[in-house]
């Protein structure tokens, strides 16, 4: 079965600072790994995902994501966090492998910038 | 272009009575997702479209909820009988292919938020 993790409920960063919202995952084959960020009173937002190849993936807003297989991680990075990055970040994975398989989201990570 | 649209963007409804959330897709869309999500919590998948297939209910909790999808754009979903617990944020979601063997990614409604008095 797949499943995300998502273990920190809340991470709490100075502004300036680099930043990691961590995710791990479960999947039967191949994994297709996706982040999502929602503002308050919106819906959620695609940010960037992980296909196939370079295990560094770069998205909006100043995001990146590494990819590490033998780890099944997907850990969302940000090398110096704004105020303006105070959100809630989901994760999300799909298999490549089967057009039957779901996409399943994560719990949510709290992400709280102070200035 | 415009993205999904959800509708109404609130909802305050007595206990017991039924509701119709509406949501369009964005246009080419074939996969149309619901989820439900309580107060800054996760994502509870409800129901899920993929073209003319059969949908995929698993998520729906009870069977005072059902949704339809027409013409394989607009959805509603519909709550009958609400209860209390029915409160929270109801969104939509909709992508170019299937959740399956596809990397393609969600694009979300803003939700409606319902209530329950």
């Known amino acids: 079965a797949q499943s995300v993790a998502q273990p920190e409920d809340q991470v709490n960063v100075a502004e300036g600072n680099p930043l990691t919202v961590k995710c791990t995952y479960s999947v039967s084959g191949n994994p297709y790994l996706f982040w999502y960020v929602q503002y308050p009173n919106r819906g959620l937002q695609f940010l960037l995902k992980y296909i196939t190849g370079d295990n560094l993936v770069k998205g909006s807003y100043g995001f990146e994501a590494e990819f590490n297989k033998s780890q099944t991680s997907f850990h969302l990075k940000k090398p110096s966090a704004l105020v303006s990055d105070s959100a809630l970040y989901f994760c999300?994975?799909?298999?490549?492998?089967?057009?039957?398989?779901?996409?399943?989201f994560g719990s949510g990570t709290r992400l709280s910038i102070r200035p | 272009g415009a993205g999904v649209s959800q509708s109404p963007s609130n909802k305050v409804t007595e206990k017991g009575k039924d509701v119709e959330l509406r949501c369009d897709p964005i246009s080419g869309h074939t996969a149309l997702y619901w989820y439900r999500q309580s107060l800054g919590q996760g994502l509870e998948f409800l129901i899920y479209?993929?073209?003319?297939?059969?949908?995929?209910k698993s998520g729906l909790p009870s069977d005072r909820f059902s949704a339809e999808r027409t013409g394989g754009s607009v959805s509603t979903l519909t709550i009958q009988r609400t209860q209390q617990e029915d409160s929270a944020v109801y969104l939509c979601a909709s992508s170019l292919g299937p959740t399956g063997n596809s990397n393609q990614p969600q694009h979300f409604g803003d939700g409606t938020r319902l209530s329950i008095l």
């Open positions: 999300a994975v799909t298999s490549r492998d089967s057009s039957a398989s779901k996409i399943i």
């Open positions: 479209f993929q073209g003319n297939s059969a949908p995929d």
